[in-house]
């Protein structure tokens, strides 16, 4: 039985999102902790909060199933484009830089790992 965990409108590019999320793609929840807590983006902070997230919605899916950080896996993590907001910056000559500020939505999944 798998869990999720959604982050919506994370005030980060989705390119600097999916950077972290490539580096704990398919690990255990404690190896995937171990680097987040090592990394130095900042997009690690929101990671971590949301894998939490998702292994606590285990636990409670769950509750009958003793399920350690090591007894878990991330089976899916994606980072989706979320709104744009639009902003204008004063250039010369009377003209407007247009400034984007780009948001995110995080999805994690995480499930058993199956013995060998």
């Not at 005030?11 to 680097?35: E, F, H, N």
């Not at 484009?81 to 995080?106: C, D, F, Q, V, W």
Request: cysteine-free; glycine content about 4%.
């Amino acid at each position: 039985m798998q869990a999720k965990a959604v982050l919506r409108h994370t005030p980060t590019s989705p390119r600097k999102m999916r950077i972290v999320a490539g580096l704990i793609r398919g690990k255990q929840v404690d190896q995937a902790k171990a680097i987040l807590m090592n990394s130095t983006k900042a997009a690690s902070r929101n990671v971590m909060q949301t894998l939490k997230s998702a292994v606590a919605n285990y636990t409670q899916k769950n509750p009958d199933e003793r399920a350690g950080d090591n007894d878990l896996f991330i089976k899916e993590i994606f980072v989706d484009e979320g709104p744009t907001m639009k902003r204008m910056l004063p250039a010369p000559m009377g003209r407007a830089y247009r400034i984007r500020k780009r948001s995110n939505h995080l999805t994690i999944v995480v499930d058993k790992v199956n013995p060998v």
